[in-house]
């Protein structure tokens, strides 16, 4: 089962961002820009990858002992601003995050250590907090999609307490499918 373990704003903050993300052209009409549904939008704090039925109570107990060692007050973060990853083909445009990002990334930091702990595979590419919005290619001119990212540079949205963490079951399908397995509180 491939499985991540991420955050998820609120829907306040969501339906503020895709007010903004209906305005891009990777909104418009007529492009298959991949757009990502906002109940998908999450930043993924740790992707594990593919981990076996039998290990999902080991993935459990290292995210209940990394969640149980943060600390007590949430972290406080805004949506903001934007980017891009890759080029041609593989252009991802997201959104970033401000605030106190820096505890969303000793959360991260923790869990990893709990899951190598635990022997447990994860990817180990630095974190990046971000929210992937669209998954446009080539299929938007470089042009839009630089036009994208500087309306993104100039977004913020209202702040949000990240008060739990999710571990989710991803599916590979044309629209990729996310289920929550477990939640931990913060």
Do not use: N
Request: positive net charge.
């Amino acid at each position: 089962m491939r499985v991540f373990a991420g955050i998820y704003p609120p829907e306040e903050a969501c339906a503020h961002l895709a007010a903004r993300v209906g305005t891009l052209h990777i909104s418009s009409a007529g492009l298959d820009t991949r757009l990502a549904s906002r109940v998908q939008w999450h930043v993924t704090l740790v992707f594990l990858g593919e981990i076996p039925d039998g290990r999902l109570p080991e993935v459990d107990a290292a995210l209940t002992t990394a969640t149980h060692s943060t600390g007590t007050k949430p972290a406080r973060l805004r949506i903001a601003g934007g980017g891009r990853f890759g080029r041609g083909r593989l252009t991802i445009l997201w959104a970033g995050l401000t605030g106190e990002v820096d505890r969303l990334t000793r959360l991260g930091e923790t869990t990893r250590r709990t899951l190598a702990r635990a022997h447990l595979p994860f990817d180990s590419r630095p974190f990046r907090p971000h929210l992937t919005l669209a998954r446009s290619g080539d299929r938007v001119d470089r042009l839009q999609v630089d036009a994208d990212r500087a309306a993104l540079d100039a977004y913020e949205g209202p702040e949000w307490p990240v008060t739990h963490l999710r571990l989710m079951r991803s599916q590979l399908t044309p629209t990729p499918l996310y289920t929550e397995l477990a939640r931990y509180d913060l």
